[in-house]
């Protein structure tokens, strides 16, 4: 079968990756894919947010038998109810599920309807009625711009100037543009946090293994949001106790709550989980994989990804079994230096040489006059398994030194933090 993956970034390369194990498929096209994706398959030059050419593009090609759209923003235009408007097997959930991620005003209302655990919440379109409330809130509290804002709409307020500025910045100077209309103003929470996703086809929902990002720029969570420096899996205080817990509070729950509001999510759930002193709780649902906790997930995936894709399609993945490595996986992000600010593309970038039981996964990388260089911010993931975090971790950083390329940094503290958690 021939399959076309849509995104750029390094989950598509993961994605990719795992893909081109599998036996059923044959030919791989990327949308636009990377440097990295493009030594797996032919890229394909479409905008992927401009859904009707996209669905153009799948209309010509008729050896494209599948699509996998991997990225948020073309979920949330609905690429997937186009593709399948046209006769298209695609896999990702439809625009009305992927709006569990595409609008937290929803996501935060859906909680609270079914009684999800989650924060304490109140939504706000109004600058003048939020500032009220902000005035007199509990201080630390958190906004979050309503909308996608790649990660970056969301701000922790330890004093109540800083929220006074930040709502501001939100709802009047439209920093996140129109993410920023509507608000939600929430309850501070503290604890370990873990991504759980999930495959779903709307019936039974199946656990992945689970993982830790690590959103912040610099060591031990300081400096900006990014888009995530690294991740590592499993999560080590995540037992067999709190994989019920979240089953059954959390995650079965969700998915009988989309049915119930006409929304039957089909694709891969991602749960943003916090261990608070009062349990489990839901800090965010993303309508799609990870990144970069894909790129820790995938390697860990003993069954035939592609054959769990068709099952989900076809609403019969209690059928399939899913099987997991044993030990664990970390995966180190390299950046462009500057970013999450302003960064400078086109550093040449040398790999030197690196063990063959290492993945890297592109992300902002493309070939330019034969060499690979960077174009983006997150530019490559540096990926490997171990019997535990601590020996893929040792692995990862020995190789991380022979790459180079201009203003590059990355973290040195991927894989340290919750070792010391009891698992439950
Ligand atoms: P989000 O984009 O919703 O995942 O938020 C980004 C990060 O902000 C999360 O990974 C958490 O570390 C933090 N965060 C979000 N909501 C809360 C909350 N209610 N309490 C504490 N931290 C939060
Ligand atoms: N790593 C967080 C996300 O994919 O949203």
């Not at 920093?175 to 929470?189: D, H, I, M, P």
């Not at 400096?223 to 994989?243: I, R, V, W």
């Not at 261990?275 to 965010?284: A, L, R, Y």
């Not at 894909?294 to 035939?304: A, E, G, H, R, Y």
Request: proline letters at 3%.
């Amino acid at each position: 079968m021939n399959v076309l993956v849509v995104g750029n970034g390094g989950r598509e390369h993961a994605i990719v990756q795992a893909l081109k194990k599998s036996p059923k498929v044959d030919k791989i096209y990327a949308m636009k894919g990377n440097a990295g994706i493009g030594e797996l398959a032919e890229l394909v030059d479409v905008d992927y947010c401009d859904i009707k050419a996209v669905g153009d593009w799948v209309d010509m090609h008729k050896d494209v038998e599948y699509t996998v759209v991997a990225p948020d923003d073309p979920l949330a235009l609905g690429l997937v109810d186009e593709l399948e408007s046209r006769g298209h097997r695609t896999f990702g959930p439809r625009k009305n599920a992927a709006i569990i991620e595409a609008s937290k005003a929803f996501s935060k209302e859906l909680m609270k309807k079914y009684n999800i655990p989650t924060a304490q919440y109140e939504t706000f379109s109004e600058y003048e009625t939020a500032k009220k409330y902000v005035e007199t809130c509990e201080i630390p509290v958190v906004l979050k711009a309503d909308g996608l804002a790649l990660g970056k709409g969301v701000l922790i307020c330890m004093t109540r100037d800083e929220a006074l500025d930040g709502l501001k910045e939100m709802m009047l100077d439209k920093k996140f543009g129109t993410a920023g209309n509507k608000v939600v103003v929430e309850e501070f929470l503290v604890g370990p946090e873990v991504s759980a996703l999930a495959f779903t086809d709307g019936k039974t929902i199946k656990p992945m293994i689970t993982s830790c990002d690590h959103k912040r720029a610099l060591d031990n969570d300081q400096g900006l949001n990014t888009g995530g420096m690294g991740t590592f899996s499993p999560a080590p205080f995540y037992g067999e106790k709190t994989e019920k817990e979240v089953l059954e509070k959390i995650m079965l729950p969700t998915i009988r709550a989309m049915n119930a509001e006409g929304r039957t999510f089909k694709g891969v759930l991602y749960f943003g989980l916090m261990k608070t002193k009062d349990g489990m709780k839901v800090i965010e649902y993303n309508a799609r994989f990870g990144d970069p906790e894909t790129q820790v997930i995938l390697p860990m995936l003993k069954t035939d990804l592609m054959e769990i894709f068709e099952a989900i399609t076809d609403e019969r993945l209690d059928e399939v079994e899913i099987e997991w490595n044993d030990g664990a996986c970390v995966c180190l992000v390299l950046a462009s230096g500057g970013y999450p600010e302003k960064y400078e593309k086109g550093k040449e970038i040398t790999f030197g040489d690196i063990d063959d039981d290492v993945i890297l996964c592109h992300a902002g990388t493309a070939v330019k006059d034969g060499k690979v260089v960077t174009s983006g911010g997150r530019v490559l993931g540096v990926c490997a398994r171990g019997a535990d975090i601590e020996e893929a971790r040792k692995k990862v950083y020995a190789n991380a030194e022979k790459i180079h390329f201009d203003g590059m940094y990355y973290r040195k503290d991927i894989g340290i933090k919750y070792r010391d958690i009891a698992k439950e």
